[in-house]
């Protein structure tokens, strides 16, 4: 069972409300998507970027820039955590 801590919504919530548009990027499958709106999570980002939907895992340097350019932003001025 998946479960969100509670500081997650508030974390996300002020970043949303800050403009700062957020993405998901993971080496997982399609079902992340369905995970994520089962936990209230998927509305709260711009996009959710899957290694089985890319066609290549992190490390690999496509899937970051797929993420900015979903981002539509400079690779410069993206954040990965």
């Not at 970027?49 to 993206?78: C, M, N, W």
């Amino acid at each position: 069972m998946w479960e969100v801590f509670p500081d997650v919504l508030p974390c996300l919530d002020d970043l949303g409300r800050r403009g700062l548009p957020l993405g998901v990027v993971s080496n997982w499958d399609s079902r992340l998507h369905a995970v994520l709106r089962g936990l209230g999570l998927a509305d709260r980002f711009r996009f959710v970027l899957t290694s089985a939907e890319h066609g290549a895992e992190k490390p690999d340097p496509s899937i970051f820039r797929e993420a900015a350019r979903r981002l539509e932003l400079p690779a410069e001025q993206v954040l990965h955590a």
